[in-house]
């Protein structure tokens, strides 16, 4: 009866230890499902701004509007002349941009 408790108790405090481990791995692989790349050269203000984290519709409006007037972006950095994103903006988003057309 004592092994049976020991084990029981070594079992449980193992899930203990594990399952940070698993959740882990679990958000991991959402967010790399949830990261959708979003062409800023051809996409509008409110698809730039659905799949850009901490760009909302006025951001993104400015966006376009560069685009508009400077014409396609070249570079992803190129995007720090926009009005409103800064380096911690671009690092977020890096991954999540895509410069397809021009």
């Given at each position: 009866?004592?092994?049976?408790?020991?084990?029981?108790?070594?079992?449980?405090?193992?899930?203990?230890?594990?399952?940070?481990?698993?959740?882990?791995?679990?958000?991991?692989?959402?967010?790399?499902?949830?990261?959708?790349?979003?062409?800023i050269?051809?996409?509008?203000?409110a698809?730039?701004?659905?799949?850009?984290?901490?760009?909302?519709?006025?951001?993104?409006?400015?966006?376009?509007?560069?685009?508009?007037?400077?014409?396609?972006?070249?570079?992803?950095?190129?995007?720090?002349?926009?009005?409103?994103?800064?380096?911690?903006?671009?690092?977020?988003?890096?991954?999540?941009?895509?410069?397809?057309?021009?």
């Amino acid at each position: 009866m004592i092994k049976t408790s020991w084990f029981a108790t070594v079992i449980f405090l193992f899930s203990l230890l594990a399952a940070p481990w698993s959740l882990a791995l679990q958000d991991s692989a959402a967010d790399a499902e949830e990261m959708v790349q979003i062409d800023i050269n051809s996409a509008d203000a409110a698809a730039i701004a659905a799949a850009l984290d901490g760009v909302g519709l006025i951001k993104a409006q400015e966006i376009v509007a560069y685009r508009e007037m400077f014409g396609a972006f070249k570079a992803i950095d190129e995007l720090m002349e926009v009005k409103g994103i800064g380096p911690g903006t671009l690092e977020r988003n890096r991954d999540r941009i895509a410069l397809e057309s021009e």
